[in-house]
Nanobody
């Protein structure tokens, strides 16, 4: 299993970025996927989750209305569109393959992370 994030960088407050996480080594469409972030000196926090079929999503209160998680099962990729970025969004963003009760696969896998810095 491999998860590779891309799309991070430096952006000004109010700007936008789109993160991508491309997966390999498993049947991508069978698993829910999540984005997490960890800022310096803080615990890792859940940002957003998208179910395997892509119909249901969950967001942290801090990003609701600004971030959108989506997936393209044909491309084995999950995205995080981030808009109206704030300084407090600065963090390393990582994607995670969630466990699956349906397929009795309770393993989780993480990408290496991509840095997002919001600063003027």
């Amino acid at each position: 299993v491999q998860l590779v994030e891309s799309g991070g960088g430096l952006v000004q407050p109010g700007g936008s970025l789109r993160l991508s996480c491309t997966a390999s080594g498993f049947t991508f469409s069978n698993y829910a996927m999540s984005w997490y972030r960890q800022a310096p000196g803080k615990e890792r926090e859940l940002v957003a989750v998208i179910m395997s079929a892509g119909g249901s999503t969950v967001y942290a209160d801090s990003v609701k209305g600004r971030f959108t998680i989506s997936r393209d099962n044909a491309k084995n990729t999950v995205y995080l569109q981030m808009s109206n970025l704030k300084a407090e969004d600065t963090a390393v963003y990582s994607c995670r393959r969630n466990p699956s009760v349906v397929y009795r696969d309770y393993s989780t896998y993480w990408g290496q992370g991509t840095q997002v810095t919001v600063s003027s």
